[in-house]
């Protein structure tokens, strides 16, 4: 099969940039190339107006005030910036940090590297069901914590935590919140004018925008203050010096304005898919939905098949793009984090596969996924010498 | 990650997969790794009289080249002798598949499980 006949199961690596954002973004790399920072000509002023408009839709995606939101590289540098600048505008006041062990690795290795620096950090632990106890995250707090950043959607598992409460909690206890939101946005409603939220960390590239462009949102009332990580020019008001990349800015401002658009009628679609996939899924035999199914996007199913390793499943599924929490994927060689955090065992994280959906996932391709994952998973258990061996040839395992 | 044409079809097609009873007295049945490593190799062989290997099969739970390296194995070894099967080394199966330095163990693995297999009728007192 050719590249292009491939079924694409990996909508949460990353999506591809829906033409109509691609289209919005041209002009601003040929005919309206200005500087947004150019405040003498009109080229800058086109520029800073287009940037300013991303802005807004951006914003209004999530319920902020368009002067809330910083542009950034990416979600990874939206994340650095709030921890560290948070922690170290704020370590006169205490330097205790709590974080998730199922966080994506952008928060759990920035969270390192402040450990570093001398601040202390608390990993919780989760429910099997992939949530965090709000009474455990509570008892966390200390006199000293300062912070606390917990996603809204799990890259892995794709389980939606409770932001509101754990907020809640935080504005009690006068914490800091940074929520990482980068597989969040276009899936689920987020309103941060009421919710007690004082970061939020966005991605393009996870909405149907281009990568290397993100946001920060940093509240203002009351206001956030934060250390600035990258110097240079003071632009985004200091938080953020750098030229704006236009461009990309553009192409993240129309994706949140077609997510804001389209976010309802794309969860309805995508739920009756994953409902079909599921479905079909769980005629095999011996196959374990990881994460809580309620308080999950649609988009995400992770399934592990026992008795078959995660890589060699997805090797074996040519025609299909997905991911695995499988050791022999990753360069360490040990399971994925958050499923042996939700207390699966070694073998079952090792024999997960991630098949997450999105706005261009066809009834077709669901179909074709269920049959691929179901011829391949047979093939695989009569090659195991785990699955049904013959009544004269026991082993002891 | 991406591999080679050797581990590929290797692994998409299995050669000689198979269980033989391992209670005959001709049979030999080595086995390595464990489920909760994430990797399980068995190979066995069938012998005859002469030492010659007659028959040799395998059973693999793990990654991709952990099929392919058991499926090179029991491929190599068809028609070899005993002596022969005991020099069987990673080295081979790292060549013949060219298994990147993350996935040596995989080529350590099925050595061991070869090796095993013939101990374990090479135990059974006929050779």
Known sequence: MSRAQRIYMDYAATTPVDPRVADSMIPWLTERFGNPASSSHPYGWDAEEAVDQARRQVASLVGAEPREIVWTSGATEAINLALKGAAQFYQSKGRHIITVRTEHKAVIDTCLALQDEGFEVTFLDVLPSGLIDPQAFEQAIRPDTILASVMLVNNEIGVIQDVQALGAI????????????????????????????????????????????????IRRKPAVRLKAQIHGGGHERGFRSGTLATHQIVGMGRAFELAAQEMDTDNQRITALRDRL??????????????????????????????????ALMMALTDLAVSSGSACTSASLEPSYVLTALGRSDQLAHSSLRLSLGRFTTEQDIDDTIAAIGRVVEQLRAISPLWSESASEPFTQ | MRYGDAVMEHFLRP?????????????????????????????????????????????????????????????????????????????????????????????????????????????????
């Open chain 1, 170 to 217: 935080c504005r009690k206890h006068k914490v800091l919140f940074h929520v990482d939101a980068a597989q969040a946005t276009g899936k689920v409603a987020i309103n941060l004018q009421e919710w007690p939220v004082d970061l939020m960390s966005m991605s393009a590239h996870k909405t149907y925008g281009p990568k290397g462009i993100g946001a920060l949102y």
């Open chain 1, 278 to 311: 599921w479905a079909g899924l769980q005629q095999i035999p011996d196959l374990y939905l990881n994460g809580t199914f309620d308080e999950r996007v649609p988009h995400n199913l992770n399934i592990s098949v026992d008795h078959i390793e995660g890589e």
């Open chain 2, 15 to 127: 050669r000689h997969v198979g269980v033989m009873n391992s209670s005959d007295a001709d049979v030999g049945t080595g086995e390595a790794g464990s489920y909760q490593t994430g990797a399980l190799i068995r190979i066995q062989l069938k012998v005859s009289e002469q030492g010659q290997i007659q028959e040799s099969c395998f059973k693999a739970y793990g990654c991709g080249c952990t099929i392919a390296a058991a499926s090179f194995a029991a491929q190599w070894l068809q028609d070899r002798s005993l002596e022969q099967a005991a020099q069987f080394s990673s080295t081979d199966v790292q060549q013949a598949l060219e298994l990147p330095p993350v996935k040596v163990h995989c080529a350590l693995l099925v050595q061991e499980a070869v090796q095993a297999a013939v101990a374990s009728v090479q135990n059974k007192g006929a050779f």
